[in-house]
T-cell receptor
Framework: KQEVTQIPAALSVPEGENLVLNCSFTDSAIYNLQWFRQDPGKGLTSLLLIQSSQREQTSGRLNASLDKSSGRSTLYIAASQPGDSATYLCAVNTGFQKLVFGTGTRLLVSP | GAVVSQHPSWVICKSGTSVKIECRSLDFQATTMFWYRQFPKQSLMLMATSNEGSKATYEQGVEKDKFLINHASLTLSTLTVTSAHPEDSSFYIC???????????????FGPGTRLTVL
């Protein structure tokens, strides 16, 4: 059974810092991995999707990497801003588009 | 593009009543939609896979007779919580996968969620 873990569970940083969120999964047989952002009481916003054959994806200040063989992905956020405060979720596609979600990292960026 | 809506955004109902939640893909067709449930401060758990024109596939531990899913068209799936009880109170989120042949195939797009509170 696929299990997805995110570390740390919570993170508080001052504005401007670069930070890394970690995601690990137990079964390397995945089709792709997605990073999402969730604001309190809201749905999910897709940030980046990495196909199993890719090593990384970039969008603006965000960079996600994938090491499928070791079961790890990282989300790098450069020059963090208060507006980045949210819960970040990673999810792996185990086949037939089924997503298994991680436990999430709650990020707080203070001004 | 690739917008998914849910209705209602929140609902409060009495114990024993049934509640229907709609999930619509607004600008694309989706053969497959998914329903997730999220309890406070927890991650999303997949409840079922909704396939247009066929029966839904439920995850282990999810009662199919309690959570009725109907995917009657390529843009609409509904989740009906029957005889709701307080323990069914949760945040329900749907997602839709664009049908093959579109530029964003292989990616899921999520609705804004529906907050259900059963008194």
């Amino acid at each position: 059974k696929q299990e997805v873990t995110q570390i740390p569970a919570a993170l508080s940083v001052p504005e401007g810092e670069n930070l890394v969120l970690n995601c690990s999964f137990t079964d390397s047989a995945i089709y792709n991995l997605q990073w999402f952002r969730q604001d309190p009481g809201k749905g999910l916003t897709s940030l980046l999707l990495i196909q199993s054959s890719q090593r990384e994806q970039t969008s603006g200040r965000l960079n996600a990497s994938l090491d499928k063989s070791s079961g790890r992905s990282t989300l790098y956020i450069a020059a963090s801003q208060p507006g980045d405060s949210a819960t970040y979720l990673c999810a792996v596609n185990t086949g037939f588009q089924k997503l298994v979600f991680g436990t999430g990292t709650r990020l707080l960026v203070s001004p | 593009g690739a917008v998914v809506s849910q209705h209602p955004s929140w609902v409060i109902c009495k114990s024993g009543t049934s509640v229907k939640i709609e999930c619509r893909s607004l600008d694309f067709q989706a053969t497959t939609m998914f329903w997730y449930r999220q309890f406070p401060k927890q991650s999303l758990m997949l409840m079922a896979t909704s396939n247009e024109g066929s029966k839904a596939t439920y995850e282990q531990g999810v009662e199919k007779d309690k959570f009725l899913i109907n995917h009657a068209s390529l843009t609409l799936s509904t989740l009906t919580v029957t005889s709701a009880h307080p323990e069914d109170s949760s945040f329900y989120i749907c997602s839709a996968v664009p049908s093959a042949g579109t530029s964003v195939y292989n990616e899921q797009f999520f609705g804004p969620g529906t907050r259900l509170t059963v008194l």
